[in-house]
């Protein structure tokens, strides 16, 4: 029997404790602060979140320390067709514009899927690491294809009808 040494990514050790300890001043200082005060507060801690978010992202999975993956390229592995459902919404405008009617409809659409291999590399421990990444990407669709747009005709009556009664010119310019 081989022994495997698996090693599994963790989170930097000023994580877990910095995020259970912001979260705790953040409800401390919407508790006992004034509400511009918090609201400060709540902006630092989203700043600090977003810091600590980026930190673990370019974290390495060899040395665990942050901020030291760089990216070192890209290649494209392998690109296939396949099929895939989409949805288009034609609406239905009467004369003026408003939305009378919206009808769904589905096709079948070709979407690529593509197979990409990043590399990176750590600035600390010239440790190299590849990942794969997988994306499907649609065509883009025009916007008159994507969304159809059909107008109904009015009647001149109905017109007539809904525009009211023509003004009293006489009583607008002479009062």
């Known amino acids: 029997m081989t022994n495997i040494d698996v090693k599994r990514k963790v989170l930097p050790e000023f994580m877990i404790p910095g995020g259970i300890t912001a979260l705790l001043l953040l409800i401390i200082f919407f508790v006992t602060l004034p509400l511009s ?18 930190a673990y992202k370019t974290t ?13 390229g890209s290649e494209e ?34 979407a690529y899927c593509v ?30 294809e994507d969304e159809h747009v059909h107008y109904q005709s009015r009647s001149a009556r109905d017109l007539k009808e809904s525009l009211g009664p023509p003004p009293d010119l006489n009583k607008f310019f002479w009062g």
Request: hydrophobic fraction near 40%; proline fraction near 3%; charged fraction near 25%.
């Open 37 to 54: 005060l918090a609201l400060y507060m709540l902006a630092a801690m989203l700043i600090f979140l977003g810091i600590t978010y980026a």
């Open 60 to 72: 390495c999975p060899h040395c665990n320390r942050a901020f030291a993956k760089t990216s070192t």
């Open 77 to 110: 592995l392998s690109r296939r067709k396949e099929y895939v459902r989409k949805t288009f919404i034609d609406r239905v405008r009467n004369a003026y514009g408003e939305i009378v009617q919206t009808i769904e409809r589905v096709r079948v659409v070709p």
């Open 115 to 144: 197979t990409t291999r990043k590399h990176f590399a750590c600035k600390k421990c010239q440790h190299i690491w590849s990942k794969d990444f997988t994306k499907k990407e649609l065509p883009a669709f025009a916007d008159d």
